[in-house]
C-alpha cells in the first residue's frame, strides 16, 4: 500500500503490524500534517467480531483527552476497508528502550502511563491489554498509551477477543486468564508487570509455553526487584509488590492510589540503575582478548596480576578469621519475673549493664509516671513528681539521666522530657516528639515526630538533640508513613544507622534500616505481617515483636538481611522489650488484658458487668427495643473476632459470624429485623477494601454482602449509610445505590425525623460534629451548628435525637441536635471504660472496659 492514496491520506511507510492491526505513516494531504492508519490485517476486514472491536478501540479512545494517550482524529472507510486515523507518534515503543538505565526515567514513565490509565478508568473504561508493545515514548520522553482494542466500555459487552500469543498472556492478571471480573484493578496488575519489566530488563513471571506461563502467573511470587537493583528504594519495591497482588482485593483499589506513591519516589529519585546484567556470549564461545603489544605493558599485567593474586589471598585469610557466625539462642537461657505491684504501660527501659529499669506505671489512682527498679529486685522509686500520661523511656548509657515523652491532653501533643536518674526537676527537650532513645554514645537522644502529633512534612520524622536541647537535626523522614499512631526506632551500636518500623496506607508494615551517612536504605522484612518496636542488640542482630506465629512473640534478623527466627515461642502477649549491651540481659513486659461490656443508667450510676472471660468485647450496640445486645468479641490470644447477640442481662449468647473476616462495628436496623456490620480480612489487606454485610438476628441465614465501605449508621430502615474514602453512600438493603449523602471530607446521617442532618467534618478548622436543618429535598436550610468537637469520646441512640460525650477527665454531657442545648448529666464509669452505645429512650449507657495485668520477665543469657 506504500506510495497509495487512500481518501486524502498518501501512505509513506510501514510501521508495524501483527494480530490487532497493520499501521502505516501516512500524510493528511487536506490539513498537511503527518498521521498514522491503522488497518484491520489482510483478510479479517469482513470478519464482524473483528471489525466490532475494531470500531470499539476507535470509540474507547475518541472518548479520552489526554496528553499521554494516543488521539484518534477519525474513522474512515475507502474501498470497502475500514481505518482508523490517529497521531502520529515520532519515537520507539517501549519494548524498545527496556531497560530503562535511569531510576527517575522509569519513575517518569510510570507516572506518565498511570495518568493515562487514571484518565481511562475515570471514563469507565478498562484498557486490558497494558503491555511495553502498546505503550510509545516520543522523542520529547513523553509516553502514549495505544491500542485499545480489547478496551472494555462501561455498558458495552465484553469483548469476545482472547489472545493466545505468551506476549499478550505475560501481562494478563490472574482474573483476567481464569476468565473472572476484570475491572480496572486488572489494568493496575498489567501495569505492575509492566513497571517490574521496565525496570528489571525482563517479566515478572515467565514461562517457556503458555501453560508454564498461567501457572507462574497463578501461583508464584515474582523475585525481588531488588535482586537485580540492590539500590531499589524500597518504596518502589512496595509498590511494583503491590500492584503484582494475585488477590484484587490486596491490589491497589485505584490507579490514582498508585499514582500517589509514584509521584512521592520521584522527587527522590535522580539516582543512575544499575544495569541488570545480560550474558550475551555464545555457550561454547571464547571470547577474544585483543594482542597486547610492548613489553612494558606486558610486565605492567604481570605485576597487576601478581598484586591481585595477593589481595585475594589476604582478603581470603581475613574472610575466613572475621566471618560472623550465625547468631543463636542459648538453649541455657533462664526466665525470671520481676515483681512489681504497679501496673506498668508503655515502653520500659533497661540500661546499658543490665542492672536498672525504667518504666511508666500506674499507682492505685490510675495516675501516671516513671518508676526507676533495680533488676536484682527491691521496691519501684518514683523519678518524677508529674502525672500524665507517659508511654515510653529511656535510660541515658551513664546511667544519669532519663528521657522520657509525655503527653498533654490540653495541647493534644507529646513532648520530650529528661530528668536527672535519681529523680529531680525535669527540662524539656522538645516540644513535639515522642519515644526518645539515647544514642550509644550517649551525646544524643533521638525522638519520632509524626506518630500521633503532627509533623511538619506530613509524614513520620526521626530527630535528634543534644541532651541539654540543642542542636536539634532532622535525621530523616519516612516519605510512606503518615500518623501510624504507634511507631518504633532504634540506633544502631556504633551509631550511624537508624532502623524503625514504617507503616503503610493499608496496614501493613515492614523493619527498614537507612545509613545515615549515605542515606541507603535497606528492607529487612516484607511478609506483610503486624510488627512492632525495634531493637539493635551488639551483636547486630535487630530484636522485634510481631504476631507471626498467632500471638505477639518476640522475634529476631540479621541488622544485614535474612529469615527472621523466634526468640519466646508461644509465650504471647509481649508488649515490648528492651537488651543490655553485653547482651547478658533481656527485658520484656508480658501483658494480659480483657474488656468486658458493661451497663449503667444515663449518669453512669448502677454499673452492672454483663461479660465474663478470658475475652475482648470491644464493639457493642443496643437492640431498639432495649431487650438484646449485639457485640463484637475476640478471643485474647486470636487476632479474629466475630458478631454476637445476648440478652439485655448479658445470658443467653449465642455468635452470629464465623469464618476468617474480622468483624470491625455493628449497628441495628430501626426495625430490628437487621444488623449490619463492617468486616475485612488480615492487616495485609486495603482500608478501603473494608465490606459490610446484612445479617438476621434470629432468623439464622448466612450474612448478606452489601457493599464495599464502612459501615456509618442506617439512615431508615431500608437505607444504609456507609462510609467510603472521603465520602457518605447510601445504599438500600437490596444493596442497590442510593446516592451521596454529603459533600466530600464530610461524613454525614439525617435525625430519625429527617428534617436535621447530622455530619462530621474532617475539613481544617471546621473539625467535629455538626447539625444543619434540610428541607425535604436534603438542601441546607440556615447555618450549621457545632456539637461536639473531634476527638471525643462519643454515642448517639438509632433516632440521633442527642449526642452523649465524654469532655475532658470524667465529666459525660448530651447535647440535643435540634436545639444544641447542652448539659452535664453524671460521671464516666472509670478511666479505663469507654462510651460505646447509648440506649433509644436515653436511659442507659453501655461501656466497654479494659481490665489489664502486665509482669515484666528478665532473661539471663539469651544468646550463646
Given at each position: 500500500?506504500?506510495?497509495?492514496?487512500?481518501?486524502?491520506?498518501?501512505?509513506?511507510?510501514?510501521?508495524?503490524?501483527?494480530?490487532?492491526?497493520?499501521?502505516?505513516?501516512?500524510?493528511?494531504?487536506?490539513?498537511?500534517?503527518?498521521?498514522?492508519?491503522?488497518?484491520?490485517?489482510?483478510?479479517?476486514?469482513?470478519?464482524?467480531?473483528?471489525?466490532?472491536?475494531?470500531?470499539?478501540?476507535?470509540?474507547?479512545?475518541?472518548?479520552?483527552?489526554?496528553?499521554?494517550?494516543?488521539?484518534?482524529?477519525?474513522?474512515?472507510?475507502?474501498?470497502?476497508?475500514?481505518?482508523?486515523?490517529?497521531?502520529?507518534?515520532?519515537?520507539?515503543?517501549?519494548?524498545?528502550?527496556?531497560?530503562?538505565?535511569?531510576?527517575?526515567?522509569?519513575?517518569?514513565?510510570?507516572?506518565?502511563?498511570?495518568?493515562?490509565?487514571?484518565?481511562?478508568?475515570?471514563?469507565?473504561?478498562?484498557?486490558?491489554?497494558?503491555?511495553?508493545?502498546?505503550?510509545?515514548?516520543?522523542?520529547?520522553?513523553?509516553?502514549?498509551?495505544?491500542?485499545?482494542?480489547?478496551?472494555?466500555?462501561?455498558?458495552?459487552?465484553?469483548?469476545?477477543?482472547?489472545?493466545?500469543?505468551?506476549?499478550?498472556?505475560?501481562?494478563?492478571?490472574?482474573?483476567?486468564?481464569?476468565?473472572?471480573?476484570?475491572?480496572?484493578?486488572?489494568?493496575?496488575?498489567?501495569?505492575?508487570?509492566?513497571?517490574?519489566?521496565?525496570?528489571?530488563?525482563?517479566?515478572?513471571?515467565?514461562?517457556?509455553?503458555?501453560?508454564?506461563?498461567?501457572?507462574?502467573?497463578?501461583?508464584?511470587?515474582?523475585?525481588?526487584?531488588?535482586?537485580?537493583?540492590?539500590?531499589?528504594?524500597?518504596?518502589?519495591?512496595?509498590?511494583?509488590?503491590?500492584?503484582?497482588?494475585?488477590?484484587?482485593?490486596?491490589?491497589?483499589?485505584?490507579?490514582?492510589?498508585?499514582?500517589?506513591?509514584?509521584?512521592?519516589?520521584?522527587?527522590?529519585?535522580?539516582?543512575?540503575?544499575?544495569?541488570?546484567?545480560?550474558?550475551?556470549?555464545?555457550?561454547?564461545?571464547?571470547?577474544?582478548?585483543?594482542?597486547?603489544?610492548?613489553?612494558?605493558?606486558?610486565?605492567?599485567?604481570?605485576?597487576?596480576?601478581?598484586?591481585?593474586?595477593?589481595?585475594?589471598?589476604?582478603?581470603?585469610?581475613?574472610?575466613?578469621?572475621?566471618?560472623?557466625?550465625?547468631?543463636?539462642?542459648?538453649?541455657?537461657?533462664?526466665?525470671?519475673?520481676?515483681?512489681?505491684?504497679?501496673?506498668?504501660?508503655?515502653?520500659?527501659?533497661?540500661?546499658?549493664?543490665?542492672?536498672?529499669?525504667?518504666?511508666?506505671?500506674?499507682?492505685?489512682?490510675?495516675?501516671?509516671?516513671?518508676?526507676?527498679?533495680?533488676?536484682?529486685?527491691?521496691?519501684?522509686?518514683?523519678?518524677?513528681?508529674?502525672?500524665?500520661?507517659?508511654?515510653?523511656?529511656?535510660?541515658?548509657?551513664?546511667?544519669?539521666?532519663?528521657?522520657?515523652?509525655?503527653?498533654?491532653?490540653?495541647?493534644?501533643?507529646?513532648?520530650?522530657?529528661?530528668?536527672?536518674?535519681?529523680?529531680?526537676?525535669?527540662?524539656?527537650?522538645?516540644?513535639?516528639?515522642?519515644?526518645?532513645?539515647?544514642?550509644?554514645?550517649?551525646?544524643?537522644?533521638?525522638?519520632?515526630?509524626?506518630?500521633?502529633?503532627?509533623?511538619?512534612?506530613?509524614?513520620?520524622?526521626?530527630?535528634?538533640?543534644?541532651?541539654?536541647?540543642?542542636?536539634?537535626?532532622?535525621?530523616?523522614?519516612?516519605?510512606?508513613?503518615?500518623?501510624?499512631?504507634?511507631?518504633?526506632?532504634?540506633?544502631?551500636?556504633?551509631?550511624?544507622?537508624?532502623?524503625?518500623?514504617?507503616?503503610?496506607?493499608?496496614?501493613?508494615?515492614?523493619?527498614?534500616?537507612?545509613?545515615?551517612?549515605?542515606?541507603?536504605?535497606?528492607?529487612?522484612?516484607?511478609?506483610?505481617?503486624?510488627?512492632?518496636?525495634?531493637?539493635?542488640?551488639?551483636?547486630?542482630?535487630?530484636?522485634?515483636?510481631?504476631?507471626?506465629?498467632?500471638?505477639?512473640?518476640?522475634?529476631?534478623?540479621?541488622?544485614?538481611?535474612?529469615?527472621?527466627?523466634?526468640?519466646?515461642?508461644?509465650?504471647?502477649?509481649?508488649?515490648?522489650?528492651?537488651?543490655?549491651?553485653?547482651?547478658?540481659?533481656?527485658?520484656?513486659?508480658?501483658?494480659?488484658?480483657?474488656?468486658?461490656?458493661?451497663?449503667?443508667?444515663?449518669?453512669?450510676?448502677?454499673?452492672?458487668?454483663?461479660?465474663?472471660?478470658?475475652?475482648?468485647?470491644?464493639?457493642?450496640?443496643?437492640?431498639?427495643?432495649?431487650?438484646?445486645?449485639?457485640?463484637?468479641?475476640?478471643?485474647?490470644?486470636?487476632?479474629?473476632?466475630?458478631?454476637?447477640?445476648?440478652?439485655?442481662?448479658?445470658?443467653?449468647?449465642?455468635?452470629?459470624?464465623?469464618?476468617?473476616?474480622?468483624?470491625?462495628?455493628?449497628?441495628?436496623?430501626?426495625?430490628?429485623?437487621?444488623?449490619?456490620?463492617?468486616?475485612?480480612?488480615?492487616?495485609?489487606?486495603?482500608?478501603?477494601?473494608?465490606?459490610?454485610?446484612?445479617?438476621?438476628?434470629?432468623?439464622?441465614?448466612?450474612?448478606?454482602?452489601?457493599?464495599?465501605?464502612?459501615?456509618?449508621?442506617?439512615?431508615?430502615?431500608?437505607?444504609?449509610?456507609?462510609?467510603?474514602?472521603?465520602?457518605?453512600?447510601?445504599?438500600?438493603?437490596?444493596?442497590?445505590?442510593?446516592?451521596?449523602?454529603?459533600?466530600?471530607?464530610?461524613?454525614?446521617?439525617?435525625?430519625?425525623?429527617?428534617?436535621?442532618?447530622?455530619?462530621?467534618?474532617?475539613?481544617?478548622?471546621?473539625?467535629?460534629?455538626?447539625?444543619?436543618?434540610?428541607?425535604?429535598?436534603?438542601?441546607?436550610?440556615?447555618?450549621?451548628?457545632?456539637?461536639?468537637?473531634?476527638?471525643?469520646?462519643?454515642?448517639?441512640?438509632?433516632?440521633?435525637?442527642?449526642?452523649?460525650?465524654?469532655?475532658q477527665g470524667d465529666e459525660i454531657w448530651r447535647v440535643w441536635t435540634d436545639t444544641g442545648k447542652e448539659e452535664r448529666i453524671g460521671k464516666a464509669l472509670a478511666a479505663t471504660a469507654f462510651m460505646i452505645d447509648v440506649s433509644m429512650e436515653g436511659k442507659e449507657i453501655l461501656w466497654v472496659k479494659s481490665d489489664n495485668r502486665s509482669k515484666l520477665v528478665l532473661v539471663k543469657n539469651l544468646f550463646e
Amino acid at each position: 500500500m506504500i506510495g497509495q492514496t487512500v481518501s486524502h491520506y498518501k501512505i509513506l511507510k510501514k510501521l508495524g503490524g501483527g494480530g490487532m492491526g497493520v499501521v502505516y505513516r501516512a500524510e493528511d494531504l487536506t490539513l498537511t500534517r503527518s498521521v498514522a492508519l491503522k488497518f484491520l490485517p489482510h483478510g479479517l476486514e469482513a470478519d464482524e467480531p473483528e471489525r466490532a472491536r475494531f470500531l470499539q478501540e476507535a470509540r474507547a479512545a475518541a472518548i479520552l483527552n489526554h496528553p499521554n494517550i494516543c488521539t484518534i482524529h477519525e474513522t474512515a472507510e475507502a474501498d470497502g476497508q475500514q481505518f482508523i486515523v490517529m497521531e502520529y507518534v515520532d519515537g520507539k515503543t517501549l519494548r524498545d528502550i527496556i531497560p530503562v538505565k535511569m531510576l527517575q526515567d522509569g519513575i517518569t514513565y510510570a507516572i506518565q502511563i498511570a495518568e493515562a490509565l487514571q484518565e481511562a478508568h475515570t471514563h469507565g473504561i478498562v484498557h486490558r491489554d497494558i503491555k511495553a508493545e502498546n505503550i510509545m515514548v516520543n522523542t520529547k520522553n513523553q509516553v502514549k498509551v495505544m491500542d485499545f482494542g480489547l478496551a472494555k466500555l462501561k455498558g458495552s459487552l465484553k469483548s469476545t477477543k482472547t489472545s493466545s500469543t505468551v506476549g499478550t498472556l505475560a501481562y494478563m492478571a490472574p482474573e483476567q486468564i481464569q476468565s473472572g471480573e476484570v475491572d480496572a484493578r486488572s489494568d493496575i496488575f498489567s501495569f505492575g508487570v509492566v513497571l517490574y519489566e521496565m525496570l528489571a530488563g525482563h517479566l515478572p513471571f515467565r514461562g517457556e509455553h503458555e501453560a508454564a506461563m498461567m501457572y507462574s502467573i497463578l501461583n508464584e511470587e515474582p523475585a525481588s526487584l531488588q535482586t537485580y537493583l540492590p539500590d531499589a528504594p524500597s518504596e518502589l519495591l512496595h509498590t511494583v509488590n503491590r500492584a503484582l497482588e494475585k488477590n484484587p482485593e490486596e491490589r491497589y483499589q485505584t490507579v490514582h492510589d498508585m499514582l500517589i506513591d509514584l509521584r512521592r519516589m520521584k522527587k527522590d529519585s535522580s539516582r543512575v540503575l544499575r544495569q541488570p546484567h545480560y550474558d550475551t556470549s555464545v555457550p561454547g564461545t571464547t571470547v577474544p582478548i585483543p594482542a597486547v603489544e610492548g613489553k612494558k605493558s606486558w610486565k605492567r599485567r604481570l605485576w597487576v596480576g601478581t598484586a591481585t593474586v595477593a589481595i585475594l589471598c589476604v582478603t581470603s585469610i581475613l574472610f575466613l578469621l572475621l566471618r560472623t557466625h550465625p547468631v543463636r539462642l542459648n538453649p541455657n537461657r533462664t526466665t525470671a519475673t520481676l515483681r512489681t505491684t504497679l501496673e506498668v504501660t508503655g515502653y520500659p527501659s533497661l540500661s546499658m549493664d543490665g542492672r536498672w529499669l525504667a518504666f511508666c506505671a500506674q499507682d492505685e489512682e490510675l495516675r501516671s509516671t516513671i518508676y526507676l527498679m533495680n533488676t536484682a529486685g527491691g521496691k519501684p522509686i518514683q523519678v518524677t513528681d508529674e502525672y500524665g500520661h507517659k508511654y515510653s523511656v529511656a535510660i541515658s548509657p551513664d546511667v544519669s539521666q532519663i528521657a522520657y515523652d509525655c503527653y498533654s491532653e490540653m495541647n493534644n501533643i507529646s513532648e520530650v522530657r529528661v530528668a536527672p536518674f535519681q529523680g529531680g526537676g525535669t527540662r524539656t527537650l522538645a516540644d513535639t516528639g515522642s519515644f526518645p532513645k539515647w544514642r550509644p554514645d550517649g551525646q544524643r537522644i533521638g525522638y519520632m515526630r509524626g506518630v500521633s502529633d503532627p509533623s511538619s512534612s506530613g509524614k513520620l520524622e526521626i530527630w535528634s538533640a543534644r541532651p541539654d536541647g540543642t542542636d536539634r537535626h532532622l535525621e530523616l523522614i519516612d516519605t510512606v508513613t503518615s500518623r501510624p499512631g504507634q511507631a518504633s526506632f532504634c540506633w544502631s551500636p556504633d551509631g550511624g544507622s537508624i532502623a524503625w518500623v514504617r507503616s503503610h496506607p493499608e496496614g501493613t508494615r515492614e523493619v527498614m534500616v537507612r545509613e545515615l551517612g549515605t542515606g541507603k536504605e535497606q528492607q529487612l522484612i516484607s511478609d506483610r505481617k503486624a510488627i512492632d518496636e525495634v531493637n539493635w542488640a551488639t551483636n547486630n542482630v535487630i530484636l522485634f515483636r510481631s504476631p507471626r506465629s498467632g500471638v505477639w512473640d518476640l522475634w529476631m534478623i540479621s541488622a544485614g538481611g535474612g529469615e527472621a527466627t523466634p526468640v519466646t515461642h508461644g509465650v504471647g502477649d509481649i508488649v515490648t522489650s528492651s537488651i543490655s549491651s553485653d547482651l547478658s540481659t533481656l527485658l520484656y513486659v508480658q501483658s494480659h488484658s480483657t474488656t468486658h461490656i458493661w451497663i449503667s443508667v444515663l449518669d453512669g450510676g448502677n454499673a452492672l458487668q454483663i461479660t465474663s472471660g478470658d475475652l475482648s468485647t470491644f464493639y457493642g450496640k443496643f437492640a431498639p427495643d432495649g431487650n438484646h445486645i449485639a457485640y463484637v468479641v475476640e478471643e485474647v490470644g486470636r487476632s479474629k473476632s466475630n458478631l454476637s447477640i445476648m440478652d439485655h442481662d448479658g445470658k443467653n449468647q449465642k455468635q452470629l459470624t464465623s469464618g476468617t473476616d474480622n468483624v470491625r462495628e455493628c449497628i441495628w436496623s430501626p426495625d430490628g429485623k437487621w444488623i449490619a456490620y463492617s468486616s475485612s480480612s488480615a492487616s495485609r489487606e486495603p482500608a478501603d477494601s473494608s465490606r459490610v454485610y446484612l445479617i438476621s438476628p434470629f432468623n439464622p441465614s448466612p450474612p448478606r454482602l452489601l457493599c464495599k465501605g464502612r459501615l456509618f449508621g442506617w439512615i431508615d430502615s431500608e437505607t444504609i449509610a456507609v462510609s467510603s474514602g472521603a465520602k457518605t453512600l447510601q445504599y438500600s438493603v437490596n444493596g442497590e445505590a442510593a446516592g451521596q449523602s454529603s459533600q466530600d471530607s464530610t461524613f454525614a446521617i439525617p435525625v430519625r425525623d429527617k428534617k436535621r442532618l447530622l455530619f462530621f467534618d474532617f475539613r481544617k478548622g471546621h473539625e467535629g460534629w455538626w447539625s444543619v436543618s434540610i428541607d425535604g429535598q436534603g438542601r441546607q436550610k440556615g447555618d450549621a451548628r457545632k456539637l461536639a468537637p473531634s476527638g471525643v469520646n462519643l454515642v448517639a441512640p438509632l433516632d440521633r435525637r442527642f449526642l452523649v460525650y465524654r469532655k475532658q477527665g470524667d465529666e459525660i454531657w448530651r447535647v440535643w441536635t435540634d436545639t444544641g442545648k447542652e448539659e452535664r448529666i453524671g460521671k464516666a464509669l472509670a478511666a479505663t471504660a469507654f462510651m460505646i452505645d447509648v440506649s433509644m429512650e436515653g436511659k442507659e449507657i453501655l461501656w466497654v472496659k479494659s481490665d489489664n495485668r502486665s509482669k515484666l520477665v528478665l532473661v539471663k543469657n539469651l544468646f550463646e
